[in-house]
């Protein structure tokens, strides 16, 4: 079987001013265009055109200030990641969760065997407030 290359829901531009954004913080489309568009000759209207797709989207948030929009991350990596995960398995068809962590089990092994101890001290906190959360209500 090859190895072909898969297409995220968002493209290559997209996610590097995601990127950007989350590093750096607010910035309008000139500052954009600095970091990203010059190194990839890229056209100011090609980072402009990307930053008003994402705010489309909702993966940003915009204010005028003076004559330009500021653009800021909507939401955070972590949760466009879960979200991303999740479009990605239903288009599959994996919507029971057991092919999903079993397929994430294996990758995260895959890249660093130490990711498997990560993963359980993840699930250990999560199950630690869970348990906390849940003996508030009581």
Excluded: C
């Excluded at 990127?19 to 568009?37: C, F, I, N, T, Y």
């Excluded at 995960?85 to 239903?90: F, K």
């Excluded at 294996?106 to 498997?116: G, K, S, Y």
Aim: a negative charge; charged letters at 30%; hydrophobic letters at 35%.
């Amino acid at each position: 079987m090859r190895n072909k290359e898969i297409h995220l829901p968002l493209g290559e531009l997209e996610i590097e001013v995601m990127e950007q954004l989350w590093d750096a913080g607010p910035a309008d489309v000139k500052s954009v265009h600095e970091v990203l568009g010059k190194a990839k000759q890229r056209s100011l209207n090609t980072v402009q055109s990307t930053l008003e797709r994402l705010y489309r989207k909702g993966l940003l948030a915009r204010e005028k200030q003076s004559r330009a929009y500021v653009y800021s991350p909507e939401v955070g990596r972590e949760a466009l990641l879960v979200q991303t995960m999740g479009q990605i398995a239903n288009s599959l068809g994996a919507q029971d969760s057991g092919t999903l962590m079993a397929s994430f089990v294996e990758l995260a092994e895959r890249d660093d065997p130490a990711n498997l101890e990560r993963l359980q001290q993840l699930i250990d906190a999560q199950r630690r407030r869970r348990d906390s959360e849940a003996g508030q209500d009581e």
